[in-house]
């Protein structure tokens, strides 16, 4: 059973931007459906971004407009770029994969989980 691998995360300012990275090692991540979760401490696991097999992209609607979700088949990497963050969007962020062809909107939907990073926004 393979495990995804995180980077990037960290602390920063209201309003700054901050690029997430989550490889597959020994995977092709093109074929799976890929989903970024985050956790607030004491609250359940939320879906925000999830792309399909095919590039099709979802968004909660809490980082609609701000967050880009992308994979980038070359590096077999999968990016959230989070722009204009606040302080809600402190939380811990998980990658997800599965291998059904739409992602799904539920965390046991989802057999391989990355380690999780840390983002807290300052106001």
């Known amino acids: 059973q393979g495990q995804l691998v995180q980077s990037g995360g960290g602390s920063v300012q209201a309003g700054d931007s901050v690029r997430l990275s989550c490889t597959f090692p020994?995977?092709?991540?093109?074929?799976?459906?890929m989903g970024w979760f985050r956790q607030d401490p004491g609250k359940g696991r939320e879906l925000i971004a999830a792309?399909?097999?095919?590039?099709?992209?979802y968004y909660a609607d809490s980082v609609k407009g701000r967050f880009t979700i992308s994979r980038d088949n070359a590096k077999n990497t999968l990016y959230l770029q989070m722009d204009s963050l606040r302080p809600e969007d402190t939380a811990a962020y998980y990658c997800?994969?599965?291998?059904?062809?739409?992602?799904?909107?539920?965390?046991?939907?989802?057999?391989?989980w990355g380690q999780g990073t840390q983002v807290t926004v300052s106001s």
């Open positions: 997800a994969a599965d291998r059904r062809t739409v992602p799904g909107t539920d965390l046991h939907q989802y057999n391989y």
């Open positions: 020994g995977r092709t991540l093109a074929e799976y459906s």
């Open positions: 792309l399909s097999r095919s590039g099709s992209a």
